[in-house]
């Protein structure tokens, strides 16, 4: 899977907010990765393949990442779907 797909990915579906104490754990984020992949109509990596790459770009460990956009969105709404 190309490096280039995970850095729209956290371009486009994540922002950094290292102010807060809340960081987006292991299971939403590959949560998010997924959803992202679903709205812009993308093939899914393998989650090994994701970690891979997310190895060299964040931390797993408070990376200070909080969800932005549409993924952000199918994301919540797959996870609680009672809100709909």
């Known amino acids: 899977m190309a490096n ?11 922002y950094a907010d290292h102010a807060s104490e ?10 998010l990765y997924t959803s992202w992949c679903f709205v ?9 393949s ?10 797993v460990r408070r990376n200070g990442l909080r969800m932005k956009g549409p993924a952000a969105a199918d994301y919540i709404l797959s996870s609680y779907p009672r809100l709909v």
């Open 4 to 14: 280039s797909q995970f850095d729209l990915f956290l371009h486009e579906a994540t």
């Open 22 to 31: 809340s960081s987006l754990d292991r299971d939403r984020l590959y949560g």
């Open 40 to 48: 812009n109509e993308q093939p899914t990596g393998t989650e090994s």
């Open 50 to 59: 994701f970690w891979a790459a997310m190895k060299h770009k964040v931390s």
